[in-house]
């Protein structure tokens, strides 16, 4: 048997106009994962079992139109010339899904991984990048790459699509809190929506999209530089502002932001794509405490990293 792992992440600054060449700033989150166990089995094929998302997939040939948990599979099997085994990958995670921890992506690094170990295949970090971009596809339509970036990396990235992917080297210890808004989001619908709106108001987006790119930029130099953590809490508030003028909040995650910084969030915004998925919180360490309990007491109980 065999067991593999892949992590979260979240994006402090930049998402959506990193899409358009703009820069955007993501860390990753260790604390939320999703994990693959590989085992064999006596019947023809592979089965995939994912109990979290009521999903249950056989793959006994290579087919040309499936998901993307069987692409990641068939892909990574056609890369190697390999046959199809009879394995059975069971996938669990306590990642939130469609919500902008990169649950997707996380998945497909798991499933890769795990993969490589079953077939004893040595398989760069940079390969298994490759494999989960082209799945991200699917998940993403036009995706950046910031996703797998840093799922797959494991660290901080300072990323501009095609041109820039430099790790950030962070000074700033930073204490953040994270609220599922519980409203499920499809990354694909929202960045069309923007990718319309962009077509339609080209000066807007410009404009909105290079104030995020001097909070990406500011952003990078403060982590790096063990910078000011009331600052970086500003940034965040101004990003969140910016992606509410592009049109990817709504009432439930401008509440749970406003709330936040009622409750002492030093700053707080969505992450990810928006129109639902997660709110992140910059908190001062010492009032972490504080400030989950009075959240709770708020009403705000899905905290998924705290
Ligand atoms: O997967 P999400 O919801 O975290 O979205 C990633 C960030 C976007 O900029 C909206 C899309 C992308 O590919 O960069």
Known sequence: MIISK????????GEHAVVHGYPAVSLPVFNCSSQVTISNHSKSGIEINAPQISTNLFIEKYKA???????????FLRKFELSIPNIS??????IPIASGMGSGASISTAIIRGLAEYFKIEISTDEIYNQVFEIEKIYHGNPSGIDPKVIVYQAPFYFVKDTKMEEIKIKKNLEFVIIDSKIRSTTKEVVELVEEQYKLYPAKYKTIFSHIANISNNLKSELEEDGNIHYIGDLLNSNHNLL???GVSNQTLDEIVKTCLESGALGAK????????IVIAL???EQKDY????????????????
């Open 283 to 285: 908190v001062a360490s």
């Open 270 to 277: 969505l992450s990810g794509a928006g129109k639902g998925g």
């Open 6 to 13: 892949a992590i979260s992440k979240i994006i402090l600054s």
């Open 65 to 75: 139109d499936c998901n993307p948990l069987e692409l990641t599979v068939t892909n």
């Open 291 to 306: 400030f989950v309990k009075d959240l709770k007491q708020k009403g705000i109980t899905d905290i998924c990293l705290s």
């Open 89 to 94: 990958i069971e996938i669990t995670s306590n």
């Open 244 to 246: 509410r003028r592009m």
